[in-house]
């Protein structure tokens, strides 16, 4: 990848980078510095490989060049900081190093300064050695000198840069958003900041800037942008961070197409320097109704099939008890045709293990046999017509292994999902380099939350609902999902622009009207001073440069990132305060130690 760097300003320390020195550059003198990579000595001769962020030049010292500076390059060790000068000079051909961007020249040393030494490191700064993730974090100025980490942080980079030119061209402004504000409900739980001045209140971090950027709307700014940090205080499961950076967008007088076709110009530009080889836009669409169904979740990955189907017609009326109850409970039977597979009994052992990992009982299992009828447990139960009614459901023939589950449709769907990742991974179905895109729309705009009794927002509780008020379940939103390879890499809406319907969603949502006043009273009163139609979206720039990197984790593409306890090895964060600085706050602890539950 290009370093992305201009020539050096010439100065005690260098004149040029290490990168960018070549075959042409031989006969020239030169000064460059760095670090000592590597250290060989080797037939009398003594060799450096100096690196700085452009790449690695191999230094060559001779003991003819002065006894002085030879001992000083024999004392030299990996980390030390040197600058050096002298003249480039082509290799020997038996010595040239095609691997090496600067691998058919060496610079021979005649001056060698020593402006810093490095105690050994606590590992290798090389790309192969393998070195616990808690090891690298806590050294992080020494991770940070590994090509893999400096990449990944050049190339978000690049990303954050294509994301600004598009949209300063496109006339949307940078706009900065408090970070000490009140709380913005996005779904999770918020980080407080207590406060000295008026002790017993708190601020909230904001969880996004989405309130400030539709007063920004209603302030008639038109266009905003923000490279935006936001915290949310979530069990970090999986690969997520307490703070996390999102490109934020809000947009006036547009309708959802108008908000994707700009996006659909940005992202190509930023898939386009991160590398990601996406189909060109405009990107196909596809209901959320149609995703729970087919893939059950609403960030499919579709690099490959295995779609999910419904069979509870096509088996209904057996003997299957199990089966049975479920449909005649309201619920489904759901399946998935995997093909033609061999699968050992202990892998099929395993599916169930998945299910029930994420909420489900069973999985039921069948193999196609050459008269259409099925070598599986359930087969007795069935009938030969049902098992051929499911086979054409399901486009079935001889050898294919499908796998069942039955239950609620909410239950079925996120464990067909992950028994569909599990199959697609087991047998090796994730096509490499290939990537599939998708826009998800239509939401629902509530989920009803059995365990609290009550509607949740689906997206956030300024999205724009169609349909109709007084019937919660069957709003839709004006919302849109970008889905890339499964994950979601941005989201946003057309939010709502009539005071009386926000009040009426928060009233939906349980928040009656003192507690909406006391909440949002100065969005609601905004509202009502005239607010254009507006929407926006939000993209993870964590995650896009991670996919674009070909990262597995968010931590691999951010300098300083916490751990998967939301600890910071570094700097020892979070940490506990002195009573002194509590009393200032009007607080005190109730946890003996750091870390001990509260008392
Ligand atoms: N505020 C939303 C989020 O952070 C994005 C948006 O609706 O623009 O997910």
Redesign the pocket.
């Known amino acids: 990848m290009s370093h992305g760097l201009p020539a050096p300003r010439a100065n005690a320390y260098r004149d040029a980078w290490n990168g960018d020195l070549r075959a042409a550059d031989a006969g020239s003198e030169k000064r460059v510095a760095g670090w000592v990579h590597r250290r060989r000595d080797h037939g009398g001769l003594i060799f450096i490989d100096l690196r700085d962020r452009t790449g690695l030049l191999q230094l060559v010292i001779n003991p003819e060049a002065g006894g002085e500076l030879f001992t000083a390059a024999e004392h030299l060790r990996s980390e030390h900081v040197i600058t050096v000068t002298g003249a480039i000079e082509t290799r020997d051909a038996q010595n040239v190093n095609p691997n090496m961007p600067t691998g058919e020249i060496e610079l021979r040393v005649a001056t060698l300064e020593v402006l810093a030494t490095a105690e050994t490191p606590p590992f290798p700064v090389d790309s192969e050695t393998k070195v616990s993730e808690e090891i690298r974090l806590k050294h992080r100025a020494i991770d940070l000198r590994r090509q893999g980490l400096r990449d990944a942080l050049i190339l978000r980079s690049q990303i954050t840069n294509v994301m600004r030119q598009d949209l300063v061209e496109q006339g949307f402004l940078e706009i900065e958003t408090p970070i000490l504000t009140r709380s913005?409900p996005?779904g999770a739980r918020d980080f407080l900041v207590p406060s000295r001045n008026s002790p017993g209140s708190v601020y909230a971090l904001p969880?996004?800037?989405?309130l400030f950027?539709q007063l920004l709307m209603m302030g008639g700014l038109e266009r905003y942008y923000q490279i935006a940090r936001?915290f949310r205080d979530e069990d970090l499961r999986a690969d997520r961070q307490p703070e996390f950076t999102?490109l934020?967008?809000?947009m006036s007088f547009v309708t959802e197409d108008d908000v994707i076709a700009e996006m659909e110009r940005l992202m190509t530009k930023v898939f386009e320097v991160g590398g990601l080889d996406v189909a060109p836009a405009p990107w196909p669409r596809m209901n959320y109704d149609e995703a729970l169904l087919k893939y059950g979740n609403d960030r499919p990955d579709l690099r490959f099939g295995l779609e999910i189907k419904d069979i509870s017609e096509a088996i209904s009326g057996s003997d299957f008890k199990v089966f049975e109850s479920v449909i005649a409970g309201g619920g489904v039977v759901r399946a998935i045709n995997a093909g033609q597979r061999e699968f050992p009994r202990k892998e099929l052992d395993n599916l169930n293990e998945v299910a029930q990992r994420h909420g489900g009982k069973a999985v039921a299992w069948a193999f196609v046999q050459e008269d259409g009828t099925w070598r599986s447990p359930i087969a007795k139960f069935l009938g030969e017509e049902r098992m051929k009614a499911a086979n054409e459901v399901l486009e079935a023939s001889t050898g294919d292994l499908l796998i069942f589950v039955g239950d609620q449709a909410k239950v079925v769907a996120p464990v067909l999902s992950a028994l569909r990742l599990h199959l697609a991974a087991h047998f090796g179905l994730v096509p490499e380099g290939e990537h599939s895109i998708t826009w998800i729309v239509d939401f629902p705009m509530f989920e009803y939350n059995e365990d609290e009794g009550r509607w949740d927002a689906l997206?956030?509780p300024?999205?724009a609902p169609t349909g109709d008020l007084s019937d919660p379940g069957s709003l839709r939103s004006r919302?849109y999902d970008l889905v890339v390879d499964g994950s979601e890499l941005?989201?946003?809406?057309i939010?709502i622009n009539d005071p009386a319907v926000q009040s009426r969603v928060l009233e939906i949502l349980g928040i009656d009207a003192d507690e909406a006043q006391d909440r949002f009273g100065f969005l609601l009163d905004a509202l009502k001073y005239g607010a254009p139609p507006h929407?926006?979206?939000?993209f993870g720039i964590d995650r896009i440069a991670a996919t674009c990197a070909g990262r597995e984790s968010i931590r691999d593409v951010i300098a300083f990132p916490k751990t998967a306890t939301g600890g910071d090895p570094l700097t020892g964060a979070p940490d506990a305060v002195d009573a002194k600085q509590l009393r200032e706050l009007g607080l005190k602890s109730l946890v003996a130690e750091p870390g001990a539950p509260a008392a």
Do not use: N
């Not at 929407?535 to 939000?538: H, L, T, V, Y």
């Open positions: 913005t996005e969880q996004s800037p989405q950027k936001c999102q934020d967008i809000e997206h956030h300024f999205t919302a941005g989201g946003g809406s939010r929407g926006g979206i939000a």
